[in-house]
């Protein structure tokens, strides 16, 4: 079965970079498949109204907990609807009529929630770049997106304003610490950092409980999901499953100073093929700001760029084209990457600028 075959299975030798979906470690596909078998309480089977369910939640959290050494006075709230419906209930919830919120634009993603969040409540969109001091003692939040998984842009330290922080870490959770003091809310949809889609994790400040808009849905209202132990609806088990299986390898990896000093390493290689004497790759993000996770290029023109994009298929890297708004090339290093992936691709990008650069003898 090929790649993109109808049932999803790809060839053994290929290796994913996409940014919609983070690859997962042979040994935790191994461990869900498993537990998928088991007709009774495995991960496509458990009833949430279980005591094993419980367990499975309560583990995952504590696990959350220890891995990004999160305070006691943030809960731990699990939901539906991917990141994107936080872009709705992070105003719905925090907001109240008086209140007004700072957005910070950095990209495809932020303008997307600023885009959505408008909706919702009183809020004053500030370019990232301008925030060196944002003065905004009075601000209810300042929502920020730390990487932003399209454009190849990361916040490498937390903006600095008085006011507390929201982040939407989708593609960048746990793998950087998080100064907890600093933040009200932070969210993260599962699908990249912690497993599979169907579920978003939102870690929120207690003191920020119970003060959702009225006409908030009773199963999005961070106060009653709270008291409910993220059980008003039928949870996403089987994510639930995924990313407890995600979190224990990662924890048996080295946990989140691992995975940092891993990604990075990972991305000072990609960046060095960028950045190598003749290049062909462009990468558009300033220097300070470029992404650990998801590195972006761009190539001198269309033709070298479907080039690029077909042989680096051809030579089994898959998921490597650029976001649909951005264009280029995309490289995503997701927690659960390979090391094997990233040598092949490094090989690749040297081996490919080489021979379209070098004047043919
Ligand atoms: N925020 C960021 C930073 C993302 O990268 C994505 C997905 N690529 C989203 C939000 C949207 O996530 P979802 O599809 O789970 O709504």
Redesign the pocket.
């Known amino acids: 079965m090929g790649a993109g075959s109808p049932d999803g299975m790809c060839a053994e030798a290929m290796h994913g970079f996409s940014?919609?979906a983070g690859p997962m470690p042979s040994a935790v596909r191994s461990r869900i498949a498993r537990s998928c078998l088991d007709p009774l309480h495995g991960a496509l089977s458990l009833p949430f109204t279980s005591p094993a369910y419980r367990a499975l939640q309560t583990r995952v959290a504590a696990l959350l907990r220890t891995l990004l050494a999160v305070p006691e006075d943030i809960d731990i709230l699990f939901m539906a609807?991917?990141?994107?419906?936080q872009f709705a209930l992070v105003p719905l919830n925090l907001l109240r009529a008086q209140d007004y919120a700072l957005y910070l634009y950095s990209g495809h993603?932020s303008r997307?929630?600023i885009t959505e969040a408008g909706r919702y409540g009183r809020i004053i969109e500030v370019a990232a770049s301008a925030v060196c001091r944002t003065e905004a003692a009075d601000a209810a939040y300042c929502h920020y997106?730390s990487?932003?998984?399209?454009d190849g842009l990361q916040f490498h330290a937390p903006p600095d304003t008085v006011a507390p922080l929201v982040a939407?870490m989708?593609?960048d959770l746990l793998s950087a610490p998080v100064d907890w003091p600093r933040y009200a809310l932070v969210y993260a949809?599962t699908?990249?950092t912690l497993g599979v889609?169907g579920m978003?994790v939102v870690f929120v400040r207690r003191t920020l409980l119970g003060r959702a808009h009225p006409a908030t849905p009773r199963v999005m209202d961070y106060g009653a999901l709270s008291v409910a132990d993220s059980r008003l609806s039928t949870p996403p088990v089987f994510a639930m499953h995924a990313a407890l299986c995600m979190l224990e390898w990662l924890a048996g990896e080295g946990g989140v100073a691992t995975m940092q000093t891993r990604q990075q390493l990972r991305a000072q290689r990609v960046y060095a093929e960028i950045d190598r004497a003749a290049s062909p790759y462009r990468c558009l993000q300033p220097v300070a700001w470029r992404s650990h996770v998801n590195p972006c290029f761009m190539l001198p023109n269309a033709t070298m760029l479907s080039d690029f994009l077909d042989a680096s298929r051809t030579a089994g890297l898959d998921g490597l084209e650029g976001h649909s708004d951005v264009g280029g090339v995309r490289v995503s290093l997701y927690n659960g990457l390979d090391d094997l992936a990233v040598d092949a691709l490094i090989r690749f990008m040297r081996d490919w600028a080489h021979a379209r650069t070098s004047p043919s003898t």
């Open positions: 940014a919609a609807g991917g990141a994107s419906a993603w997307r929630t997106t990487n932003e998984t399209a939407d989708t593609s949809g699908q990249k889609p978003c």
